[in-house]
């Protein structure tokens, strides 16, 4: 029985670990509810930038799961926070979907069209993407703009199968320009930064589970929460075995971890 009793915060992938598409995967109402009787504090931490808090929120409850809506961080919101707090860049040029645009807009950004000048480019997972996007984007890099990632993925997860996600968009901008970006989603330090202060939770007593190696793993690692892999996404056994750091656990799918948070004891009591 591994020892779950000092866990006191709980971060949750969403896509491959929750849900897929529409449907939640087996345990995964299970989890949540253990969660709750717990007493921890949860926040269901996505890399997927293709719409706002408030989609996923409708999405996950359309799922039948117990989310609120202040329990969903999105890398799109992550990268709106950061460039806020820690940039003078109010003005961008974003490859992403009109939902993306529409948070950034609403968060106070201006947003650059094709043909016209930024001091910025941000790349996120983009279903408009088209020739004269990409073109206008290397060229604004090329000349020198600042250069941000909403995350790394290189798949996006859908009921049909991988599709390409963000980390296509960053190798082909790459291949034009020689240049990568600044990425805050996972599994990089302003993604999980932004996550522990809203869980108020310390990185030692806080679990991640998810289902991706590269990024829920490798943020794992480095911020030094207790991972826990499972394998109802986009890695298979034998990869999540040849990782380095191993995750502490891996299980089949969230329903083996609401059960072993069922036998364990209830969280101590916060500080």
């Known amino acids: 029985m591994p020892g779950l009793d000092h866990i006191r915060g709980f971060l949750c992938d969403m896509d491959g670990t929750l849900l897929i598409g529409g449907s939640a995967l087996p345990g995964a109402a299970d989890l949540l509810a253990a969660i709750r ?20 929120h409708a999405r996950l409850s359309a799922a039948g799961l117990d989310v609120a809506p202040d329990e969903v961080y999105t890398s799109g919101d992550a990268t709106c926070d950061h460039l806020l707090a820690h940039t003078a860049h109010r003005r961008v040029f974003l ?54 990632a909403t995350h790394p993925d290189a798949t996006c997860i ?20 020689g240049r990568s970006p600044f990425v805050v989603g996972k599994p990089e330090a302003p993604m999980v ?22 990024t829920d793993m490798t943020m794992a690692a480095r911020a030094g ?7 109802t996404g986009e890695t298979s056994e034998d990869r ?4 380095e750091p191993a995750p502490r ?3 089949p799918g969230v329903d083996r971890l609401a059960a072993l948070l069922a036998q364990s004891a209830s969280a101590p009591p916060t500080r």
């Open 225 to 231: 929460l207790y991972a826990v892999l499972v394998l």
């Open 95 to 148: 490859l992403g979907t009109p939902a993306l645009q529409a948070e950034f807009a609403a968060r106070g950004f201006a947003l650059a069209r094709v043909g016209e000048p930024a001091p910025a480019v941000v790349a996120a997972f983009d279903l408009t993407l088209d020739y004269d996007k990409l073109r206008h984007a290397c060229t604004l890099l090329l000349g020198g703009a600042d250069y941000y």
């Open 37 to 56: 009787r717990r007493g921890a504090p949860l926040l269901v931490l996505t890399n997927n930038s293709s719409d706002r808090r408030g989609s996923f």
């Open 240 to 243: 999540a075995r040849a990782f």
């Open 249 to 251: 656990l891996i299980l």
């Open 158 to 177: 859908t009921p049909g199968g991988l599709i390409p996600d963000v980390g296509a968009l960053i190798a082909a901008i790459r291949t034009t320009t």
């Open 193 to 214: 930064q932004a996550a522990l202060a809203r869980l108020g939770v310390d990185a030692s007593e806080t679990l991640l589970v998810g289902d991706q190696l590269d």
